[in-house]
């Protein structure tokens, strides 16, 4: 799953809109419809902020790890 497919996950769980995401953020809700359907590229600020807003962090897994998880 990749970004902008889980932070959609998320603020359906959380009944938000990707205009209230903006809002949240300080982006224009243009702005961050761009990011979640691919037409804009995110990057390291616009991550955190949307990190910071929805109360989410990001944790780095090697595959190695991940498959082991699996497989127990």
Not at 12 to 24: E, F, W, Y
Not at 55 to 66: A, D, F, P, R, Y
Request: glycine letters at 4%; proline letters at 3%; aromatic letters at 6%.
């Amino acid at each position: 799953m990749n970004f902008s497919q889980t932070v959609k996950s998320i603020l359906k769980t959380k009944d938000l809109t990707p205009s209230a995401l903006a809002r949240m953020t300080g982006y224009t809700p243009q702005y961050m419809h761009d990011l979640l359907s691919g037409k804009r590229r995110w990057n390291e600020t616009t991550i955190n902020k949307t990190c910071e807003a929805l109360g989410i962090e990001i944790l780095i897994v090697s595959k190695e790890k991940k498959e082991e998880r699996k497989v127990i």
